[in-house]
Nanobody, 126 residues
Framework: QVQVLESGGGSVQAGGSLRLSCTAS????????MGWFRQAPGKEREGVAC????????YYADSVKGRFTISRDNAKNTLYLQMNSLKPEDTAMYYC???????????????????WGQGTQVTVSS
């Protein structure tokens, strides 16, 4: 049984930092593309940052470029998202998801991301 579990969310003031972690079990982690997605109330889910199975390719949404960094540790079956210079508009539920590498690498949540976590809330106050 595949389980995806996010952690590290919380409340922070604007300009602060948080580090999200995602552990995946029940799958062969190093053959999966991994991604962070977020959804704020009343808004559509968006791909924030994604990394391909070999960590050679990454994608960042324009809104987070230069502030967020995605990384993975395949030995630990863990995905990370380092978030710096946080803004109130970063407030959302953040989800981790996995897509088998047989899918072309993408950061669209509708493209091959089969396994999802329950999410971790990030709240940034001004």
């Amino acid at each position: 049984q595949v389980q995806v579990l996010e952690s590290g969310g919380g409340s922070v003031q604007a300009g602060g930092s948080l580090r999200l972690s995602c552990t995946a079990s029940g799958l062969t982690f190093d053959v999966y593309h991994m991604g962070w997605f977020r959804q704020a109330p009343g808004k559509e889910r968006e791909g924030v940052a994604c990394i391909n199975w070999s960590a050679v390719r990454t994608y960042y949404a324009d809104s987070v470029k230069g502030r967020f960094t995605i990384s993975r540790d395949n030995a630990k079956n863990t995905l990370y998202l380092q978030m710096n210079s946080l803004k109130p508009e970063d407030t959302a539920m953040y989800y981790c998801a996995a897509a088998d590498r047989s899918w072309d690498f993408s950061c669209s949540g509708s493209w091959g991301y089969k396994y999802w976590g329950q999410g971790t809330q990030v709240t940034v106050s001004s």
